[in-house]
């Protein structure tokens, strides 16, 4: 039976250590917790009592948790901490898959993982090496001149990632931003260095004082931030890249002051889904499995023109105002009827004040607009872009705000008309 390591917990029994240690994990896990709450807790321990479990749970989650999001990490640590051995071996032989055990009695929930990185700290039993007959060939490599790790998890294909490699890719994803400039408004606001008169504020000011005019009040633009609109793909050939670009998502759309108004998301295959309340939770596990439970149709066939009808038809109008750019993420692979797709997508690219779309397609050298859904879809959009890694990912966040750029549109719309 493997042996794990035992977990840094403090040897004195006092309750109050064992709290102050439970805080520490979880403010390891994200939850913002400070030394005022560890008191409170401490004391709320001290009214309550601690002869019942259930009483004990709910009187630090009370102290501890004021999110919803909060609520399942809470949940999976304190089953950790409190020592549930069974759910200890699940928890290691999760975060360490080459060893097999109960791993497989029960599926991983949403922040598992996250709390037992926490509890663990880092600490992971060592693997024991297989024994080896033959002596080991030493061999230099001059990596002087290779690439950081980052870099080039920057670069690989989203299909071409291990386990460990979409984990730090997604950690990475997290920190990216898809920043905005507003749109030119009418509407003014007060501003000391304005370069207009505001004339309605100047008179009322001068008529405070009798008609005597003592300053001259100045306005400016007022900004206008548009509503980031996206329709994600998650038919079998795009579930690898959906589940990475909506882990991007999830970031701009919890990411505060980027710019947008709102960011609404729409996930389609055969039919189109809402998820834009998902990712509005906090904790991306949480969100992309609740999404993912919301979107039925994942992984199975694809139906654009169907999908984008439907948005047009029953959703174009609440979320496309205010100028909003629309975010497509599809291999544009289509059997459907292409008039019926090149329709749809021209009625959304008239909605839109801009249309861009993401191909993982465009990955390959030799791509060319053969195909009838990318020929019926491309003359709609205004900015065609590859969407296979981390690297395009952060080209449409410093492309996304400039006007002239279309991407590889151009280019494959000479291929077409050439024949």
Not at 53 to 67: G, P
Request: charged content about 30%; some cysteine; proline content about 5%.
């Amino acid at each position: 039976m493997a042996k794990y390591t035992e977990l840094e917990l403090p040897d004195d029994p006092k309750l109050t250590h064992n709290i102050t240690y439970f805080a520490r994990a979880l403010r390891k896990a994200g939850l913002p917790i400070g030394p005022g709450r560890v008191i409170d807790a401490i004391r709320a321990v001290e009214a309550a009592g601690f002869t019942d479990k259930r009483d004990f749970y709910w009187t630090l989650h009370a102290c501890f948790v004021n999110r919803p999001e909060h609520r399942v990490i809470f949940s999976q640590i304190f089953r950790l901490y409190w020592r549930d051995p069974r759910y200890m071996e699940h928890m290691m032989a999760m975060m360490l898959p080459a060893i097999r055990g109960v791993q497989e009695d029960k599926a991983a929930q949403p922040a598992e993982k996250r709390a037992a990185q926490a509890l663990l700290d880092g600490q992971l039993p060592d693997i024991p090496e297989e024994d080896e007959t033959e002596e080991e060939t030493l061999i230099e490599v001059d990596a002087s001149m290779t690439v950081s790790t980052e870099e080039r998890l920057k670069t690989l294909d989203f299909e071409q990632m291990s386990a460990e490699e979409v984990a730090e890719a997604k950690r990475m994803l997290a920190r990216l931003s898809l920043p905005v400039k507003p749109i030119p408004s009418r509407r003014t606001q007060a501003s000391l260095q304005g370069k207009r008169i505001d004339w309605r504020r100047t008179m009322r000011g001068a008529m405070r004082r009798g008609g005597e005019l003592h300053e001259i009040a100045l306005k400016s633009p007022k900004p206008r931030w548009p509503n980031l609109v996206v329709l994600c793909d998650i038919s079998g050939s795009m579930s690898q890249y959906s589940r990475m670009v909506l882990h991007f998502l999830h970031a701009v759309a919890n990411e505060k002051g980027a710019g947008w108004a709102k960011v609404h998301a729409f996930t389609f295959g055969t039919r189109l889904t809402n998820i834009t309340r998902h990712l509005a939770t906090r904790d991306v596990d949480q969100a992309l499995r609740t999404a993912g439970a919301e979107a039925q149709d994942w992984e199975g066939g694809t139906r654009i023109g169907d999908c984008i009808h439907s948005f047009n038809r029953d959703w174009s109008r609440r979320v496309m105002g205010q100028g909003a750019v629309v975010l497509l993420i599809t291999d544009g692979l289509d059997r459907g009827d292409a008039p019926a797709l090149s329709k749809e997508m021209e009625r959304l690219h008239l909605s839109a004040r801009r249309l861009i779309w993401l191909n993982p397609l465009l990955r390959w050298d030799g791509f060319a607009p053969k195909a009838q859904g990318i020929m019926a879809m491309l003359p709609h959009v205004d900015t065609f872009r590859a969407g296979h890694s981390i690297a395009t990912l952060e080209e449409l966040a410093a492309a996304i705000s400039r006007t002239d750029d279309t991407g590889e549109k151009d280019r494959l719309m000479a291929m077409m008309r050439a024949g």
